[in-house]
C-alpha cells in the first residue's frame, strides 16, 4: 500500500462539508479568503497532487493554444499550463487567492498570462474562445444542476477541436464530487465527444474532453 494513500482518502472524505458550500458565492470566498494564507502548502503535502495536475494539462493544452484557467487559485495549474501554452487566462471568485497569483507572476516576470477576479463566465470579455480550457478543483464548488449549464457554458468557449482538462478527486469515494457516470452525463450533455477518464494516485480523477 501506497504511504500517501490511508491519508489521500482522509483528507478527500473530509471535504464532504463543501457541500454546503456549493453554489453559494460569499461563503467561497470567505473560505478561500482564510485558505490563501496556506493554499500552496497544504496541496503541496502530497506529491501527487501537483504530477496528476501536471499530466491532465499536458493531456488538455497545447503549444500555441490560449488556454482559460477556471477556478485557477494561486495558479499551480496555471503556470503548467504557460509552460505550454501560448497564452492563459486564468479567473478565480476570490480575490485574495488572485493576489497569491499575482505577487508569483510579478516574481517570475512571465508575460503570458492574464488573470480576471471574478465569477465565471460573467467576468470573461465578450466573444472570446479558447483552444483548451482546464481546471482543477472547482466544478466541485458548483450544485449537481449547475455543472449542467456549466459544462455548456464551458462547451460554447471552445474552439472546434478545443478541448477540454479537468484534475478533481473521485466523486465515489468523496460525495462532494461528481462520479464517473455523472461526469459523463454532463458532458455528452453538453454536447462534448471523445470523453476519457482516468483515475489515479488512490483518490484523483484526470478527464479530457473535446468539442466536435
Not at 133 to 146: A, D, G, L, R, W
Amino acid at each position: 500500500m501506497s504511504f500517501w494513500k490511508p491519508f489521500r482518502k482522509l483528507y478527500i472524505k473530509s471535504t464532504d462539508f463543501t457541500h454546503s458550500y456549493q453554489g453559494k458565492d460569499k461563503k467561497l470566498v470567505g473560505f478561500y479568503r482564510a485558505w490563501s494564507y496556506c493554499y500552496d502548502f497544504s496541496v503541496g503535502l502530497d506529491p501527487a497532487f501537483g504530477r496528476e495536475m501536471k499530466s491532465m494539462i499536458g493531456l488538455a493544452v497545447k503549444p500555441g493554444d490560449t488556454t482559460l484557467d477556471i477556478g485557477c487559485g494561486t495558479g499551480i495549474s496555471t503556470f503548467y499550463a504557460s509552460e505550454i501554452a501560448d497564452k492563459v487566462i486564468g479567473i478565480d471568485l476570490s480575490a485574495d487567492m488572485m493576489r497569491k497569483l499575482e505577487q508569483k507572476i510579478s516574481r517570475r516576470k512571465l508575460v503570458n498570462i492574464e488573470i480576471i477576479a471574478g465569477r465565471f463566465p460573467e467576468a470573461l470579455p465578450k466573444n472570446i474562445k479558447f483552444d483548451s480550457i482546464i481546471s482543477s478543483f472547482c466544478i466541485v464548488h458548483f450544485t449537481p444542476e449547475q455543472r449542467k449549464s456549466l459544462y455548456k457554458q464551458i462547451y460554447s468557449l471552445l474552439l472546434s477541436g478545443g478541448r477540454l482538462g479537468l484534475f478533481s478527486a473521485q466523486g465515489e469515494i468523496a460525495s462532494s464530487f461528481e462520479t464517473k457516470d455523472e461526469i459523463v452525463s454532463n458532458l455528452e450533455l453538453a454536447g462534448f465527444n471523445k470523453i476519457e477518464i482516468n483515475d489515479v494516485s488512490d483518490i484523483y480523477r484526470i478527464v479530457k474532453a473535446e468539442r466536435q
